[in-house]
């Protein structure tokens, strides 16, 4: 007499309410994509990176020039060597950048196209509202990369007008 | 009448988004950038070269700092102080050795000294690079962490010829 009369099962929806679901999965995808920034285009897999103790996080890759600064193909590992020669389809390549449409490779004699590109593209980051201290050059020089090179690029840089240098490392472990 | 009763149909069918395709899509794409951005461990090392002097050419109130890396990877700091070993490239990254070879102590404790000469006097400590041309680059990035850690970042970078 006293107890009450249960709710009728049947009525219950047993199918699980996806929109949640799917909101945290778009919120987690635009979090990845933002996060993954256009720079990873210009990054070469065939260098192997230097490492260094006191590295810190690169937060914001806007406004980097990546300048990939090879060794000798006798000096990197067989793998690289081939995806190298694949991409440039000559060996005298020590510098190679991505404007993000096309790669190109410059050798040590091209150093005047280098300063060219990087002109270029501080034109384009300029283009967008970025200021001189935020335009950087990403410098990704394999461990075995003679100083030289390294240092012409610097010098490439200097002479288009940039003064900032990252050095692209690995952390030591 | 038997338009009336097809009417009724339409009217019966639930109108459902097909969203199942759309979700595979979507966990696809985050796998993708999940791995994507773990993958990409990268970090750097920030290196501002000086520009032109702003004082009308008078020398700087802290005498800059001078770091010559050999070919070999040996490294010397005004000159007549060795601060580094030989490089050694045939040491496997991971091993206690590799790492030993990373830390640069003296150098570093050089640079701290220089730093604090030039905040006493408030202004920033200038450091010139010189490195061999064939020496390889592993070594100056040894020497720019040193600079890092020692919270130095104008530097300016030059080559050398080998002796």
Redesign the interface.
């Known amino acids: 007499m006293g107890k009450k009369k249960s709710r009728p099962v049947e009525e219950v929806d047993g199918s699980p309410n996806m929109s949640p679901m799917i909101d945290c999965c778009f919120l987690l995808l635009i979090f990845f994509v933002v996060n993954a920034t256009a720079m990873t285009v210009a990054k070469d897999a065939s260098i192997s990176m230097p490492s260094a103790v006191s590295c810190s996080d690169l937060e914001d890759a806007n406004g980097c020039i990546v300048v990939n600064v090879y060794a000798d193909t006798d000096k990197m590992p067989q793998k690289a060597a081939d995806k190298y020669l694949q991409t440039y389809k000559r060996s005298d390549v020590v510098w190679g950048v991505s404007d993000g449409e096309s790669t190109k490779g410059f050798s040590q004699d091209e150093a005047q196209l280098l300063t060219d590109f990087i002109t270029k593209q501080k034109e384009f980051y300029k283009g967008k509202n970025l200021e001189d201290k935020d335009i950087r050059i990403y410098l990704r020089g394999d461990v075995a990369t003679p100083w030289e090179r390294t240092a012409a690029a610097i010098r490439c840089a200097a002479a288009a007008g940039v003064s900032n240098m990252v050095f692209g490392t690995l952390p030591a472990r | 009448m038997s338009r009336h009763k097809s009417r009724e149909t339409e009217e019966q069918k639930d109108p459902e988004m097909e ?1 199942s395709s759309m ?1 595979d899509c ?2 696809l ?2 796998i993708y ?2 791995v ?2 773990s993958l ?10 000086p ?1 032109a002097p702003t004082n009308g050419g008078a020398p700087p109130p802290v005498e800059p700092g001078r770091i010559h ?1 050999a070919s070999n990877g040996s490294i010397t700091w005004n000159d007549d102080m060795p601060v580094g070993d030989v490089y050694d ?1 045939g040491i496997k ?2 091993t206690e050795a ?2 030993s070879q ?2 640069l102590p003296q150098l570093v404790e050089v640079l701290k000294t220089l730093k604090e000469q030039a905040v006493a006097v408030d202004t920033e400590p200038i450091v010139m690079v010189n ?12 020497v ?3 600079l ?2 020692a919270d130095i970042h104008t530097v300016g ?3 050398t010829a080998s002796e």
């Not at chain 2, 990409?40 to 070269?49: G, P, W």
């Not at chain 2, 490195?131 to 040894?142: A, E, K, L, M």
Request: charged content about 20%; some cysteine.
């Open positions: 969203i979700i979507c966990f794409l985050l950038f999940l994507a951005t990409v461990s990268e970090k750097k090392l920030d290196v501002s070269i520009g890396v490239a990254p991971g590799f790492r990373r830390n490195g061999d041309p064939s020496t390889p680059h592993q070594r100056i990035v040894d720019m962490a040193a890092a850690e970078l030059n080559t």
